[in-house]
T-cell receptor, first 111, second 112 residues
Framework: RKEVEQDPGPFNVPEGATVAFNCTYS??????FFWYRQDCRKEPKLLMS???SGNEDGRFTAQLNRASQYISLLIRDSKLSDSATYLC????????????FGSGTRLSIRP | NAGVTQTPKFQVLKTGQSMTLQCAQD?????MSWYRQDPGMGLRLIHY???????DQGEVPNGYNVSRSTTEDFPLRLLSAAPSQTSVYFC???????????FGQGTRLTVV
């Protein structure tokens, strides 16, 4: 089983829609969680950290469910510019120096 | 502020050639790492370092060497290039474990 698993998509949704992705992780002792965004042929960039109580940044909401070992990302009122691949990232407690990436979920917003 | 700088951006190698991918960061980060990204596979960790003089293997280390003689630089060496090493390579740095990773722009390597 992969340490971090994501639905690869692609998710193809109309502009203005709400879309959500989940990411599951296998190590119950994992400590830090993030969502990164990667545009085509570019480097990944941090979208937001994921905190235990959940957090929001504008149209983006991230949540952590430790009991079920998953994190989620919700995008409201999606824009064309949200089209990208979204990468789930986890730092395992036992290897705090490493970060583990999911394979990414492709999102395409259509006009 | 340059952040993480990778060179070269593109490279074509013949099977059996060796080369070094350069990575430098100017943020005084202790943690640096190398990833490769293949279609549908996400980023896979090759090698990482938690400080000058300290390196360790990641998920896919075979065929690659690293060294960390300074905080700023973390070069990745391909010993004898193989077509299976055709990929996009990203270098990243972090202040400490569990913090935001900053990436270089990537090196697109093709081995023929």
């Amino acid at each position: 089983r992969k340490e971090v698993e994501q639905d690869p998509g692609p998710f193809n949704v109309p502009e203005g829609a709400t879309v959500a992705f989940n990411c599951t992780y296998s190590n119950s002792a994992s400590q830090s969680f993030f969502w990164y965004r990667q545009d085509c042929r570019k480097e990944p960039k941090l979208l937001m950290s994921v905190y235990s109580s959940g957090n929001e940044d504008g149209r983006f909401t991230a949540q952590l469910n430790r009991a079920s070992q998953y994190i989620s990302l919700l995008i409201r009122d999606s824009k064309l510019s949200d089209s990208a691949t979204y990468l789930c990232v986890v730092t395992p407690y036992s290897s705090a120096s490493k970060i583990i990436f999911g394979s990414g979920t492709r999102l395409s917003i259509r006009p | 502020n340059a952040g993480v700088t990778q060179t070269p951006k593109f490279q074509v190698l013949k099977t059996g050639q060796s080369m070094t991918l350069q990575c430098a960061q100017d943020m005084n980060h202790e943690y640096m790492s190398w990833y490769r990204q293949d279609p549908g596979m996400g980023l896979r960790l090759i090698h990482y370092s938690v400080g000058a003089g300290i390196t360790d293997q990641g998920e896919v280390p075979n065929g690659y060497n690293v060294s960390r003689s300074t905080t700023e630089d973390f070069p990745l060496r391909l010993l004898s290039a193989a077509p299976s090493q055709t990929s996009v390579y990203f270098c990243a740095s972090q202040e400490t474990g569990g913090t935001e990773a900053f990436f270089g722009q990537g090196t697109r390597l093709t081995v023929v």
